[in-house]
């Protein structure tokens, strides 16, 4: 399985970007896809999961700004974020798994990973 993130790059305060993730070489229909981000030296968090059975989960920072999203391919993810801050600054990672249920905001439950996109805001 090969995960591809798209879209990060840099963004004055205020703007929107759109991250994209193709998850390829997956036999199943349906399963858990995340975004998550990191800053040198921290811990990767998780921004935002959508779970094989359709849940949508956000946390609770980017409630309001960033939107997560699935393609009409089930195998594509997507992170309409908007009104970005630089604190939002962070390598973005798209991650998939089978199902991630009440888990979904451990890193440790994803089994695939792509390389990361970055998004820089700065004026």
Do not use: H
Request: overall charge neutral; proline content about 2%.
């Amino acid at each position: 399985v090969q995960v591809v993130e798209s879209g990060g790059g840099l963004v004055q305060p205020g703007g929107s970007l759109r991250l994209s993730c193709a998850a390829s070489g997956w036999t199943a229909s349906w399963f858990c896809m995340a975004w998550f981000r990191q800053a040198p030296g921290k811990e990767r968090e998780v921004v935002a999961a959508i779970d094989s059975d359709g849940t949508l989960s956000v946390v609770d920072s980017v409630k309001g700004r960033f939107t997560v999203s699935r393609g009409d391919a089930t195998n594509t993810l997507f992170l309409q974020m908007s009104n970005l801050n630089p604190d939002d600054a962070d390598m973005y990672y798209c991650a998939a798994t089978w199902a991630c249920g009440q888990g979904w905001r451990a890193s440790k439950v994803y089994m695939y990973w792509g390389q990361g996109t970055q998004v820089t805001v700065s004026s």
